[in-house]
């Protein structure tokens, strides 16, 4: 018996160690998984701000805005509006009992005239509640009018809010374009901008493949004359066009020798025309 006790309390002890631990365990997964999605949330959040930053114009910002201030504007209007209407009714309302009022009284009067007390205390009892009523509708009346008046003020304050933000919403949109015209012009000349950038960058491909087509066209040449590569245009093999380079080398030389020729025989010819009329010049005289 002392052995199955000590043993049934081992057991218990080690499913209260081993449920201790799984909840610790569990614990700390899900502050792992809570701080996960944490951060996950966070990474979404910038990310979302930064796209929303570029999307932004503060041009239409402020073009909603002074929208919404015009829908409240409106509404305080419709709202002076609706306590106007309302005080008109009541007043409209009070007037007609008055006039039962009036027309009780008068009623009274003939009924005390005909010794009709009966009748005169009736219509004095009916005037009575009415002119109650009267006495309301007066208390209701003048609490429309304070909420007019205040209504009243808070279009004015409101209306010249909304002037003022329009005045100024206009100078910042205007200074937003100008500044961006600005930045624009200015990306434009230094080729910071990506349009210009890619222009830059179009500019460079073009020149480099111009360099690489000249050094190419260079190099063909040189093998052409070095022999190294052959004219798919001339059907003459290497040793004739070695030929054809020197006969035509030497009908070049042949020529200039025959011009030089003929450039130093025209002095000779001019000088030896003066000697041989020297005498005759001589004995004529």
Do not use: W
């Amino acid at each position: 018996m002392v052995y199955e006790s000590t043993f049934q309390i081992t057991v218990l002890t080690c499913q209260k160690n081993a449920s201790k631990f799984i909840e610790q365990f569990l614990k700390k997964q899900r502050g792992k998984h809570m701080g996960l999605f944490t951060r996950m949330e966070t990474v979404f959040k910038s990310k979302m701000n930064k796209v929303l930053n570029r999307m932004e114009d503060p041009r239409e910002t402020l073009d909603y805005s002074y929208e919404k201030q015009l829908e409240l504007l409106q509404n305080v209007k419709r709202g002076v509006a609706e306590v106007t209407t309302s005080k008109k009714r009541l007043q409209l309302q009070r007037a007609k009992l008055v006039l039962s009022n009036e027309k009780l009284g008068q009623q009274a009067k003939e009924a005390v005239a005909a010794n009709r007390e009966d009748l005169a205390r009736m219509a004095l009892e009916r005037k009575a509640a009415i002119q109650q009523q009267v006495d309301g509708i007066d208390r209701e009346i003048l609490e429309l009018e304070k909420q007019e008046e205040k209504l009243i003020a808070s279009e004015k304050r409101l209306s010249t809010k909304v002037e003022i933000f329009r005045t100024k919403k206009e100078s910042i949109k205007a200074q937003y374009s100008a500044a961006e015209a600005q930045v624009k012009i200015n990306e434009s000349v230094t080729g910071i901008g990506e349009e210009m950038a890619d222009v830059g960058l179009a500019l460079d491909r073009a020149e480099n493949k111009t360099e690489e087509m000249k050094a190419r066209a260079e190099a063909i040449d040189d093998l052409m004359e070095a022999g190294a590569l052959d004219d798919l245009t001339d059907s003459r093999d290497g040793i004739e066009r070695e030929l054809a380079k020197i006969s035509t080398q030497s009908s070049v030389e042949s020529e200039l020798a025959k011009l030089k020729a003929e450039a130093g025989k025209g002095p000779e010819k001019a000088k030896t025309g003066v000697e041989s009329t020297g005498p005759e010049e001589g004995k004529e005289v």
